[in-house]
């Protein structure tokens, strides 16, 4: 058998270097070129020791515990144990992650005759398994491993960014509360051009029960505009808010002008961190799609609503409350 360490070494270096680049990414530590380089050189010289017999007493939990160590030393220097001890436990996650996915596909990759030749009995009764991977598989599926990794970390993180910005919002017409979690949009500047009230946008579909049923059924034509699915309306038709309503030009993304239906409630209540904020200077904006593909939130807060009067607000018994989530 034929061994060539120098492949062995570049594999092992590159694999070392990312893993410690995804570490740093993870916990948002600055990268040092030469350090990174170093300390991937060091991981990838404790594989070649595998092939000196004199070394072999090296190959212990303990020794490559410490060898872990003194990669992030060497990466990421010593500036506190909490966070050295963090670097490590990340360094891990993101180890296993790897190791575990590269396991997880060949496996999903084999067949049944592979499978089996690979399982083998001892007298003794123990079982082991027999596994071949390939370097250039074990290269692709590697990165792949790590790109979705970070896919998946960048995801959460994303969401718990916008959890900071999730409010529950309370809104009253007469006897009528709707209530569902909104996301507070710093961004919205959506205004009535008349009368300057800032405009919320919830979904169409919370208020579908109270809205003529020739609206509800053109409304999922997405080509029809408000002002013309208001001109469908028959006066027969019940809609017990009919003198609230309104019509607030603006303009999409890569779109014209176009309208959105609003209805004027008598109040809105957003409660954010135990805080609640109450106005009557507020238009609602209904919107015939869906604001949240996985349904974290339903209505877009202005960010005006949240310099109104500041006030505890509760729910009345006997009055039609409708939730969403």
Known sequence: ?????????????????????????????????????????????YVVMMFMPALSFLFTFLVKFLFSVVMLWIAFGFVSLQSYIRNLGAFYIVNFAAAGGILGIHYLLQSSGELWNGIWYTATGGMGFSLEIGTLFTLVVFTLVLLWFRM???????????????????????????????????????????????????????????????????????GLSADNLILQWTEDEAFPWRDRLRLIPYRG???????????????????????????????VGLDGGT????????AIIHPALMEEHEQQAGIGIGEDTRSCV
């Open 1 to 45: 058998m034929v061994v060539y360490l120098d492949l062995i070494f570049l594999m092992n270096f590159a694999i070392d270097g990312c893993l410690l680049l995804l570490t740093a990414w993870f916990r948002k530590r600055k990268v040092v070129i030469w350090r990174l380089l170093l300390s991937a050189g060091v991981g990838a010289s």
């Open 152 to 222: 998946v970390v960048a995801g959460r993180r994303r969401q718990e960014n916008l959890s900071s910005y999730y409010a529950e919002v309370l809104i009253e017409l007469g006897q009528t509360r709707i209530s569902c979690t909104g996301l507070i949009d710093t961004g919205n500047q959506l205004r009535d051009p008349l009368s300057r009230l800032p405009v919320m946008v919830t979904e169409m579909s919370l208020w579908q029960p109270y809205m003529p049923q020739s609206f509800s059924q053109a409304a999922q034509n997405s």
């Open 253 to 283: 993304v890569n779109r014209g002008s176009q309208f959105m239906l609003a209805l004027k409630p008598d109040k809105v209540t957003v409660t954010l961190e135990n805080k609640s904020y109450l106005t009557t200077r507020v238009l």
């Open 291 to 298: 604001l949240s593909s996985e349904g974290s939130y339903r």
